[in-house]
Nanobody
Framework: QVQLVESGGGLVQAGGSLKLSCAASGSIRSMNTMAWYRQAPGKQRELVATITSGGNTDYADSVKGRFTISRDNAKNSMYLQMNSLKPEDTAVYYC????????WGQGAQVTVSS
């Protein structure tokens, strides 16, 4: 079993930046796909960004050019750098990993004020 723990959420003004971290309790080296999802109040959970073990990344159109996903296998961690934040980015952000089955973190609240 692998546990994922997010950190780095908080309240920021529009145009500001935040960096989310996802720390895994075990090695992430063999986890092919890791990702960040988010869920805003009253909305379905949506995919924000993915990163493969080879470092290939993909982003939702709504965050392209503003968010950057990365991973550090040596630190068993994944990150999401969020710049130029908008009020519509307000959501609970979840760390996700696939390793035989899906693993989810508990979520981190990001609130962007206008």
């Amino acid at each position: 079993q692998v546990q994922l723990v997010e950190s780095g959420g908080g309240l920021v003004q529009a145009g500001g930046s935040l960096k989310l971290s996802c720390a895994a309790s075990g090695s992430i080296r063999s986890m092919n796909t890791m990702a960040w999802y988010r869920q805003a109040p009253g909305k379905q959970r949506e995919l924000v960004a993915t990163i493969t073990s080879g470092g290939n990344t993909d982003y939702a159109d709504s965050v392209k050019g503003r968010f950057t996903i990365s991973r550090d296998n040596a630190k068993n961690s994944m990150y999401l750098q969020m710049n130029s934040l908008k009020p519509e980015d307000t959501a609970v952000y979840y760390c996700y990993a696939w390793h035989g089955h899906a693993y989810w973190g508990q979520g981190a609240q990001v609130t962007v004020s206008s």
